[in-house]
C-alpha cells in the first residue's frame, strides 16, 4: 500500500515537472534553432543586437524601479501607520490592496484612460500615469510584503523605544522600521520588478515602450527571437526570485523580545 | 524637594475610567515602585509620565515644568519596557548610542559615554553583538544602558523582569537599585510581583482598578495595610470577619473567640462588623510563648516550604495559616492534633472594608 503511494507521488510529481518544463525546453531548443541545421545562440544575439530591444527593455526596467520607490513611498509609511495606529483598519486595507486581482487589468486601464484624459487631471500621455497603474498592480505583492515584515517585528515597542530616546517619525522610519523590514521590502520590491517587466496591457494602451509590448510585437514578425526573449523573461523573473531566497535565508528578523 | 508630580491624574479610555485621581509627588532620587494586579492601571500612569498617552485630566511635572501634553521625544525620559525593545538592526554600542546620535552628539561624546554605560552593566566585551546574541537578562542591561546613556530626569521601567527567569530576576533586580543608586536617578518601577517591589523601592504605590490603595515604604506597606486589599495583595494574610465587642479596649469577637487589637478603634461601636487580618508569621505556638492573645486550635495540614514550614489550623471556624522558620529540630505537631497558637495585640489589624 504503501510503495503504490510512493509510485503515485513520484508519477504526480513527474507529470507536473513534465507539464511546467516541457513548453519551456520546447521553447529554449526552439531558440537555439535560428541557424539552420546547428544549435546557437544566434536568436539571443539578434535580440541584444536590436536597438529596439534596448530602448523597451531599458523603459521597463525604468518604470519598474520608479514602481518600487513610489511603491515603499507609499506603502512603508502607510501599513506602518496602520498597524500602530489604526489597526482596526487592517482588515479593510487587506481587502483593497487585493483589488488588482479582481478588476482585470483591460477594465483598469480603460479606467485610467477616461479618468486622466480629461481636465483636471490631463496625465494620459504622462509617464506618471503609468507609474501610478504600476503602482496599483504591483500593489497586492508590495503592501503584504511590507505587512508581513512589520508582523514580524514589534512594531509598537520599537517605535516607543526609539520616541523615549527622543526620535521624531523621520528618524524612527528610516532608522529602525525601514533596516528592519529590509529583507520583506527587498521581495516586495523584486515581486514589483518580475510584474512590470511581464506587464504587456498598461503600456499597449497607455502606448509607452515597454518590453512585453515589444515582445507581443515581435511575435508577429519574428519566430526565434522571441522565443529567445520569452527565455530571457523566464531568466528575469527567476533571477529575481533566486535573489529573494538569498537575501531572505539566514537573515530573519532577530526576536525584539524573550531572551535564549 | 518634589522632582515627579503627578496632580489629579485620570485617564478613561472610550468613557471607561483606567486611572483615576491619582496623586503622586516623587523626590529627586528615589525609587518608588507602582504595585498592582493587571489592569489596575500603573502602566498606564507610567506611560502618562512617557507622554505615550495624554491624561483625559490632571498635570505631570518634571521639576515643576508642565510635560503633560509633550510629545515623548520632548521630554527627557528613559524607557524600560518589558520586551526590551532592543533595535534589531544595531549593535549593542550602536543601540546604547542611538539617543545620542539623535541628539546630535559628537562621535567621541557618543563612544565615551557608551562605554562608560558598558562598564556599567558589565558588558564591555559585547559592543559589538547583535541584541539576538544576548541572554533575556543581558538584553534587559543594555536596554537599561540605553536608557540611562541620553541622562534622563526620570527613569521608567515596565515590568522589566517579568520576561526573565526567577533566578536572574532577583541578581539584576538588585543590580538595576544598585545602578539607580549610584546615579541618583529618579525611577518609576511598574511590577505585579509584590516580593519585587518589596525588595526594591524606596516607597510602594499599590494601585487597584485604577485607584491608589496605599502609597507607603515597604516596611508600612507590609506591616500596616490601610486597606483590605492592600493587605491581602501584599503578602499572605489571614482574613475573617469580626465583630467590636468594647472599642474603648479594642476587643473584638471571632466565631465567638475574643481577641484584642492595638488598632484604634475610636470611630466604632459595639457591635460593628469588621474586618481582621493576621500575617502567617505573627502567629505561634503557645507553648513557647503566651503572647496577649491565645486561640485554640485544630492543626490541618503542614506544608514544607523550605526555609518555612507552613502550618494550617481550625480556629473556631476560620482557617489560618502559621509560619513558622524551619528548624531541622523542630518538633511538628501532627495532623489533627489540638494546640493553642498566640499573637501580640500589633499583629491583629482591624481593616477598612
Same mark, same amino acid.
Given at each position: 500500500?504503501?510503495?503504490?503511494?510512493?509510485?503515485?507521488?513520484?508519477?504526480?510529481?513527474?507529470?507536473?515537472?513534465?507539464?511546467?518544463?516541457?513548453?519551456?525546453?520546447?521553447?529554449?531548443?526552439?531558440?537555439?534553432?535560428?541557424?539552420?541545421?546547428?544549435?546557437?545562440?544566434?536568436?539571443?544575439?539578434?535580440?541584444?543586437?536590436?536597438?529596439?530591444?534596448?530602448?523597451?527593455?531599458?523603459?521597463?526596467?525604468?518604470?519598474?524601479?520608479?514602481?518600487?520607490?513610489?511603491?515603499?513611498?507609499?506603502?512603508?509609511?502607510?501599513?506602518?501607520?496602520?498597524?500602530?495606529?489604526?489597526?482596526?483598519?487592517?482588515?479593510?486595507?487587506?481587502?483593497?490592496?487585493?483589488?488588482?486581482?479582481?478588476?482585470?487589468?483591460?477594465?483598469?486601464?480603460?479606467?485610467?484612460?477616461?479618468?486622466?484624459?480629461?481636465?483636471?487631471?490631463?496625465?494620459?500621455?504622462?509617464?506618471? &500615469?503609468?507609474?501610478?497603474?504600476?503602482?496599483?498592480?504591483?500593489?497586492?505583492?508590495?503592501?503584504?510584503?511590507?505587512?508581513?515584515?512589520? *508582523?514580524?517585528?514589534?512594531? *509598537?515597542?520599537?517605535?516607543?523605544?526609539?520616541?523615549?530616546?527622543?526620535?521624531?517619525?523621520?528618524?524612527?522610519?528610516?532608522?529602525?522600521?525601514?533596516?528592519?523590514?529590509?529583507?520583506?521590502?527587498?521581495?516586495?520590491?523584486?515581486?514589483?520588478?518580475?510584474?512590470?517587466?511581464?506587464?504587456?496591457?498598461?503600456?499597449?494602451?497607455?502606448?509607452?515602450?515597454?518590453?512585453?509590448?515589444?515582445?507581443?510585437?515581435?511575435?508577429?514578425?519574428?519566430?526565434?527571437?522571441?522565443?529567445?526573449?520569452?527565455?530571457?523573461?523566464?531568466?528575469?523573473?527567476?533571477?529575481?526570485?533566486?535573489?529573494?531566497? &538569498?537575501?531572505?535565508?539566514? *537573515?530573519?528578523?532577530?526576536?525584539?523580545?524573550?531572551?535564549? | 524637594?518634589?522632582?515627579?508630580? =503627578?496632580?489629579?491624574?485620570? @485617564?478613561?479610555?472610550?468613557?471607561?475610567?483606567?486611572?483615576?485621581?491619582?496623586? =503622586?509627588?516623587?523626590?529627586?532620587?528615589?525609587?518608588?515602585?507602582?504595585?498592582?494586579?493587571?489592569?489596575?492601571?500603573?502602566?498606564?500612569?507610567?506611560?502618562?509620565? $512617557?507622554?505615550?498617552?495624554?491624561?483625559?485630566?490632571?498635570?505631570?511635572?518634571?521639576?515643576?515644568?508642565?510635560?503633560?501634553?509633550?510629545?515623548?521625544?520632548?521630554?527627557?525620559?528613559?524607557?524600560?519596557?518589558? $520586551?526590551?525593545?532592543?533595535?534589531?538592526?544595531?549593535?549593542?554600542?550602536?543601540?546604547?548610542?542611538?539617543? =545620542?546620535?539623535?541628539?546630535?552628539?559628537?562621535?567621541?561624546?557618543? @563612544?565615551?559615554?557608551?562605554?562608560?554605560?558598558?562598564?556599567?552593566?558589565?558588558?564591555? @566585551?559585547?559592543?559589538?553583538?547583535?541584541?539576538?546574541?544576548?541572554?533575556?537578562?543581558?538584553?534587559?542591561?543594555?536596554? +537599561?544602558?540605553?536608557?540611562?546613556?541620553?541622562?534622563? %530626569?526620570?527613569?521608567? +521601567?515596565?515590568?522589566? =523582569?517579568?520576561?526573565?527567569?526567577?533566578?536572574?530576576?532577583?541578581?539584576?533586580?538588585?543590580?538595576?537599585?544598585?545602578? %539607580?543608586?549610584?546615579?541618583?536617578?529618579?525611577?518609576?518601577?511598574?511590577?505585579?510581583?509584590? #516580593?519585587?517591589?518589596?525588595?526594591?523601592?524606596?516607597?510602594?504605590?499599590?494601585?487597584? #482598578?485604577?485607584?491608589?490603595?496605599?502609597?507607603?515604604?515597604?516596611?508600612?506597606?507590609?506591616?500596616?495595610?490601610?486597606?483590605?486589599?492592600?493587605?491581602?495583595?501584599?503578602?499572605?494574610?489571614?482574613?475573617?470577619?469580626?465583630?467590636?465587642?468594647?472599642?474603648?479596649?479594642?476587643?473584638?469577637? !471571632?466565631?465567638?473567640? %475574643?481577641? %484584642?487589637?492595638?488598632?484604634? !478603634?475610636?470611630?466604632?461601636?459595639?457591635?460593628? @462588623?469588621?474586618?481582621?487580618?493576621?500575617?502567617?508569621?505573627? +502567629?505561634?505556638?503557645?507553648?513557647? #510563648?503566651?503572647? $496577649?492573645?491565645?486561640?485554640?486550635?485544630?492543626?490541618?495540614?503542614?506544608?514544607?516550604?523550605?526555609?518555612?514550614?507552613?502550618?494550617?489550623?481550625?480556629?473556631?471556624?476560620?482557617?489560618?495559616?502559621?509560619?513558622?522558620?524551619?528548624?531541622?529540630?523542630?518538633?511538628?505537631?501532627?495532623?489533627?492534633?489540638?494546640?493553642?497558637?498566640?499573637?501580640?495585640?500589633?499583629?491583629?489589624?482591624?481593616?477598612?472594608?
Amino acid at each position: 500500500m504503501k510503495r503504490g503511494n510512493k509510485a503515485w507521488s513520484w508519477f504526480l510529481m513527474i507529470l507536473g515537472i513534465l507539464y511546467f518544463f516541457l513548453p519551456l525546453v520546447a521553447t529554449f531548443v526552439f531558440s537555439l534553432k535560428a541557424k539552420l541545421g546547428v544549435l546557437s545562440f544566434k536568436a539571443y544575439a539578434n535580440v541584444f543586437n536590436d536597438p529596439a530591444f534596448v530602448y523597451n527593455f531599458s523603459a521597463s526596467v525604468l518604470w519598474a524601479v520608479l514602481t518600487i520607490v513610489v511603491g515603499i513611498l507609499l506603502f512603508v509609511p502607510t501599513a506602518y501607520l496602520i498597524r500602530l495606529r489604526v489597526p482596526k483598519l487592517r482588515s479593510a486595507v487587506e481587502f483593497i490592496t487585493l483589488l488588482p486581482f479582481v478588476v482585470p487589468a483591460i477594465v483598469f486601464v480603460f479606467g485610467l484612460v477616461r479618468t486622466f484624459s480629461q481636465p483636471p487631471l490631463l496625465i494620459v500621455n504622462s509617464p506618471v &500615469l503609468l507609474i501610478a497603474g504600476y503602482t496599483v498592480l504591483s500593489m497586492p505583492y508590495m503592501y503584504r510584503a511590507v505587512d508581513t515584515g512589520l *508582523r514580524a517585528i514589534d512594531v *509598537r515597542t520599537l517605535t516607543e523605544a526609539a520616541q523615549s530616546l527622543g526620535a521624531g517619525w523621520g528618524a524612527i522610519l528610516f532608522d529602525i522600521i525601514l533596516p528592519n523590514i529590509r529583507v520583506a521590502i527587498l521581495s516586495g520590491a523584486f515581486l514589483s520588478f518580475a510584474i512590470v517587466i511581464g506587464e504587456y496591457i498598461l503600456a499597449q494602451y497607455l502606448a509607452k515602450p515597454a518590453f512585453a509590448p515589444y515582445m507581443a510585437y515581435q511575435i508577429q514578425q519574428k519566430a526565434y527571437e522571441p522565443a529567445a526573449m520569452a527565455i530571457l523573461s523566464f531568466a528575469l523573473t527567476w533571477a529575481a526570485m533566486g535573489i529573494i531566497d &538569498l537575501v531572505g535565508r539566514g *537573515r530573519g528578523q532577530a526576536p525584539v523580545g524573550g531572551g535564549h | 524637594m518634589t522632582h515627579l508630580s =503627578l496632580v489629579n491624574i485620570c @485617564k478613561q479610555f472610550a468613557g471607561i475610567s483606567a486611572v483615576c485621581d491619582f496623586n =503622586l509627588n516623587v523626590e529627586k532620587g528615589e525609587f518608588v515602585s507602582f504595585l498592582g494586579p493587571s489592569g489596575c492601571g500603573k502602566t498606564t500612569t507610567l506611560r502618562m509620565i $512617557a507622554g505615550f498617552e495624554v491624561p483625559t485630566t490632571g498635570q505631570v511635572t518634571i521639576d515643576n515644568i508642565d510635560i503633560t501634553n509633550k510629545a515623548p521625544n520632548q521630554r527627557n525620559v528613559g524607557m524600560v519596557f518589558q $520586551a526590551y525593545a532592543l533595535f534589531p538592526n544595531m549593535t549593542v554600542a550602536q543601540n546604547i548610542g542611538y539617543g =545620542l546620535r539623535i541628539r546630535k552628539e559628537s562621535n567621541a561624546a557618543i @563612544k565615551e559615554r557608551v562605554a562608560e554605560m558598558l562598564a556599567l552593566i558589565h558588558l564591555e @566585551k559585547k559592543g559589538n553583538s547583535y541584541p539576538h546574541q544576548l541572554s533575556g537578562g543581558q538584553q534587559q542591561r543594555v536596554a +537599561l544602558a540605553r536608557a540611562l546613556a541620553i541622562r534622563p %530626569q526620570v527613569l521608567l +521601567l515596565d515590568e522589566p =523582569l517579568s520576561a526573565l527567569d526567577a533566578k536572574i530576576r532577583v541578581t539584576l533586580r538588585a543590580e538595576i537599585r544598585a545602578i %539607580q543608586r549610584k546615579l541618583g536617578i529618579t525611577a518609576i518601577y511598574v511590577t505585579h510581583d509584590q #516580593e519585587e517591589a518589596l525588595s526594591i523601592s524606596d516607597r510602594i504605590v499599590v494601585m487597584y #482598578e485604577g485607584k491608589i490603595e496605599q502609597v507607603g515604604s515597604p516596611f508600612e506597606i507590609y506591616n500596616f495595610p490601610k486597606t483590605a486589599f492592600v493587605a491581602s495583595f501584599v503578602g499572605t494574610l489571614n482574613t475573617a470577619t469580626a465583630e467590636v465587642v468594647d472599642p474603648v479596649n479594642r476587643l473584638i469577637a !471571632m466565631d465567638g473567640i %475574643q481577641l %484584642q487589637s492595638a488598632e484604634g !478603634m475610636d470611630d466604632m461601636q459595639k457591635g460593628d @462588623k469588621v474586618s481582621i487580618a493576621i500575617r502567617p508569621e505573627r +502567629l505561634s505556638f503557645a507553648a513557647q #510563648e503566651k503572647k $496577649a492573645n491565645v486561640l485554640d486550635c485544630k492543626i490541618e495540614n503542614i506544608t514544607f516550604l523550605g526555609s518555612v514550614v507552613r502550618i494550617q489550623v481550625l480556629i473556631g471556624n476560620t482557617h489560618f495559616y502559621m509560619d513558622t522558620f524551619n528548624n531541622p529540630f523542630l518538633e511538628l505537631p501532627k495532623i489533627g492534633d489540638k494546640d493553642q497558637v498566640t499573637c501580640s495585640r500589633e499583629a491583629v489589624l482591624v481593616l477598612k472594608a
